[in-house]
């Protein structure tokens, strides 16, 4: 994560958040990079510890529905 921050440091963009994610077991380090005046996104970069365990994520409400066709996408 060190490695990360000080690459895209040396690229010209600040940290905006960063922090640590503590689970039951492991832990998440993140950061936000200030990338959006150049990007137009923001940019996350997220470090596992090698301990972690899935936490079995639920999408809420439920999943994305499916496009019909690529058109509809675009609009």
Not at 5 to 12: D, F, K, L, Q
Not at 67 to 75: C, F, N, T, Y
Request: overall charge negative.
């Amino acid at each position: 994560m060190d490695e990360r921050r000080a690459e895209t440091r040396n690229g010209g963009f600040d940290v905006a958040m960063a922090g640590v994610w503590k689970g039951d077991k492991g832990r998440c380090h993140f950061v936000f990079f200030d990338t959006e005046h150049a990007t137009d996104t923001c940019f996350e970069s997220i470090g596992f510890s090698n301990d972690r365990e899935d936490l079995g994520f639920q999408r809420y409400p439920g999943p994305p529905s499916e496009v019909a066709d690529e058109d509809q996408m675009l609009a």
